[in-house]
């Protein structure tokens, strides 16, 4: 499964770019207004820094508009994925894009007829959002278990199941054994997917038994 982080942060990207576990980048036009920044220059600087796939959303929702962004994002790096909202217009450009080469990443998916239309479009990711469907009382997990069921039903599909709307580990695990293509996850959760108690406790007695020993490793 690969490992996206959701953000816009720099540092944060930095840091966790250096752990090895990273393999792309999602960002959205919220994310790049709690930036402050300008979105080419943050892209640009992100796209440095990571060589996997770095989403960067077209602001248009027509499509003429929708490409002429597409163009100036898509300039910015060849890993740049055009990401645009789950529209007709929005499909349209996904097509268009795809044809031409470019890497497509269709946002706010919300049910599974929505991604097989993503698919037929030639997205190279779907990104349904989990974590804003359960915040309506529905469950987000069903919605990827349609997903993959789906997409694993015609092996044509080379669209890469990528779960958004990320809140807590469950979610990942659940992603996981699905069998999601990929993960993008906020940063606060990623580092919760180190933490145990029982490491902690573990690490602790050991150290304690092995200051006793007065020994050391060279
Ligand atoms: C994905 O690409 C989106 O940027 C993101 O996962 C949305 O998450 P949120 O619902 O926590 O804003």
Redesign the pocket.
Known sequence: MKF?V?TAEISEIRELAETGLLDGV???P??IAKSGRKITEVIAEICDVVSGPV?A?VAATEYGQMMKEAEVLSRIAPNVAV?VPLTPDGLRACHSLSQKGVMV?V?LCFSAAQALLAAKAGAAFI?P?V??LD?IGQNGMDLIADITQIYNNYPAIRTEV?V????NPIHLIEAAKMGADVA?I?PAVIRQLYAHPLTDKGLAAFLADWAKTGQTIA
Not at 164 to 167: E, F, K, T, W
């Open positions: 996206f959701d999602t960002t959205n919220s994310l989403s959303e990401k990443n946002t990104s959002f974590g804003r915040d990528l958004a709307s990320i809140r993008t906020p």
